[in-house]
Nanobody, 119 residues
Framework: QVQLVESGGGLVQAGGSLRLSCAAS????????MAWYRQAPGKQRELVAL???????TYADSVKGRFTISRDNGKNTVYLQMNSLKPEDTAVYYC?????????????WGQGTQVTVSS
């Protein structure tokens, strides 16, 4: 079994910065990709940023140039550095991982962390 634990959310003023962390633990053989999604009230969950095993990254158009995803393979941890935050970035942010254990490859989710950006 694999667990993803997020941290780093909170309340920040518009223009400010936050860094989210997501640590994967458990029976991990390798990590295929890790990503951050977000879900605002009344909206569907959307992909924010993704990083694969080769460290290639993908970003939603709405966060390009402001957010940076990175990973520490030694710690099985992914980060999301969020700069120039806007009120529309307010959402619950979820960590996602496609992870191989010693039996299969599965998709895992963290519990979510609230990010609130005040205007």
């Amino acid at each position: 079994q694999v667990q993803l634990v997020e941290s780093g959310g909170g309340l920040v003023q518009a223009g400010g910065s936050l860094r989210l962390s997501c640590a994967a633990s458990g029976s991990i053989r390798s990590i295929v990709a890790m990503a951050w999604y977000r879900q605002a009230p009344g909206k569907q969950r959307e992909l924010v940023a993704l990083i694969n095993s080769g460290s290639s990254t993908t970003y939603a158009d709405s966060v390009k140039g402001r957010f940076t995803i990175s990973r520490d393979n030694g710690k099985n941890t992914v980060y999301l550095q969020m700069n120039s935050l806007k009120p529309e970035d307010t959402a619950v942010y979820y960590c996602n991982g496609v992870i191989r254990d010693f039996i299969t490859t599965q998709n895992y989710w963290g519990q979510g962390t609230q990010v609130t950006v005040s205007s």
